[in-house]
């Protein structure tokens, strides 16, 4: 969620409904938001003992906030998530206003999708110092997973209120929520407000700035191409991608946002050069394949699509909206068994999904076990489906 790295950074998703037949051109970028810092050797390099070391010494010391904040990272870094929960947790109760272990908090919680309790954590921080700022920036991104984009730009705001200077990348996620919000033009006056702060472009940050990346000119350049595609103005939005693989060192995400503005401009040719050149710099990066399978899809090549969007499958496991495009894939290629078996994987993320409950209905009715098709009818008409109810035998 991106997530495969270190901390989540929000997807923005541009799409219709993944059963409804129609495809949408998909823009995905887990660097939308650089709202905390990557947590990584470069910062930790120090930290050369064990877990059971760092254990025994926060049991022994529960003010060590430098203790906690390896202890944590160790924990993340071998999976441990639960564990790397709980010693968070008792960080925070020790030290409940250090904005290193807030964010780390952030980091950790975000990560497990755990907003109630990181919510929890930001308002007791608050309650004891106001000006946290830190914790004002965490509620805002709390806000924008949940799609509360008025209350994250009040909360990007407060927290810019407290530090106008020292924290440009809030003023960079501000950006992002405006834009989420629909308002392009104001986003990309506090995108070119950022440039004028940044740093190298690298993927780590030094201990003197744990608390915050700042945008680095290819991030900013290519957080204005996707605005700028979003509000329609492809031609300058290619513009803008241009400047971002001139100073990226990784551009396979401005590749993909290069890819989604051809194929709104219908140079479908461009569109699949630049995806298979986003496929190429970075491998393990889901959104090309998604969206190339979405390309064959809408030409009605599901066989050449399948295979795309597996590969992305493997990559990320949890997207509901890839689930049942593969299952609508299935479906179209009349492999209903298959499609029946994404399409219940998706329920499972989202048990209010009407439309797959119809879809898995139809899919039962091609195979002719009528029992079964009015079953997913009768649920999907519950839930709201329309189409449902001219299927449902009374």
Request: proline share 2%; with cysteine.
């Amino acid at each position: 969620m991106t997530m495969k790295q270190t901390i989540i950074f929000i997807f923005l998703l541009l799409f219709a409904s993944a059963t409804s037949g129609q495809t949408i051109f998909r823009i995905q970028d887990e660097t939308q938001l650089l709202h905390l810092p990557e947590l990584n050797d470069d910062y930790f390099k120090g930290a050369d003992r064990s877990i059971e070391e760092l254990t025994d010494i926060t049991n022994r010391m529960p003010g060590n906030s430098a203790a906690y904040m390896q202890l944590c990272y160790k924990l993340k870094r071998e999976e441990r998530h639960e564990e790397a929960v709980d010693a968070i947790k008792q960080a925070m109760r020790a030290n409940p206003t250090n904005k290193d272990l807030i964010n780390m908090a952030g980091a950790i919680l975000l990560h497990n999708h755990q907003y109630e309790d990181l919510e929890k954590i930001c308002q007791i921080a608050l309650s004891r110092d106001p000006k946290l700022a830190d914790a004002y920036n965490i509620l805002g991104i709390i806000a924008q997973e949940k799609g509360e984009n008025a209350k994250a730009v009040y909360h990007f705001n407060h927290a810019l209120q407290i530090k106008k200077k020292k924290y440009n990348a809030i003023k960079f996620n501000l950006a992002n929520a405006e834009r989420s919000s629909g308002n392009y033009a104001v986003a990309i006056e506090l995108y070119q407000k950022s440039l004028k702060k940044f740093m190298a472009d690298k993927n780590f940050v030094s201990a003197k700035n744990f608390r915050f990346y700042q945008p680095t000119k290819a991030w900013v350049y290519n957080n204005i191409g996707l605005t700028l595609t979003m509000a329609g103005e492809h031609s300058n939005a290619l513009v803008e991608y241009r400047k971002s693989l001139k100073y990226s060192k990784n551009p396979a995400r401005t590749y993909n946002g290069m890819a989604c503005t051809h194929y709104e401009l219908g140079q479908v040719d461009s569109c699949i050069k630049y995806l298979n050149l986003a496929i190429e710099a970075a491998p393990k990066y889901a959104s090309p394949y998604k969206n190339l399978g979405n390309v064959y899809y809408e030409q009605g090549k599901y066989s050449k699509a399948l295979p795309l969007y597996e590969k992305a499958y493997a990559i990320d496991k949890d997207d509901e909206w890839l689930l049942c495009k593969i299952a609508s894939t299935h479906k179209n290629l009349k492999q209903y068994e298959n499609a029946i078996d994404f399409f219940s994987k998706a329920i499972l993320i989202d048990k209010t999904d009407h439309e797959a409950y119809y879809q898995i209905g139809l899919c039962y009715h091609r195979l002719e076990d009528t029992a079964k098709a009015q079953e997913y009818f009768r649920k999907a008409e519950r839930l709201g489906n329309t189409s449902a109810k001219g299927w449902v035998r009374k």
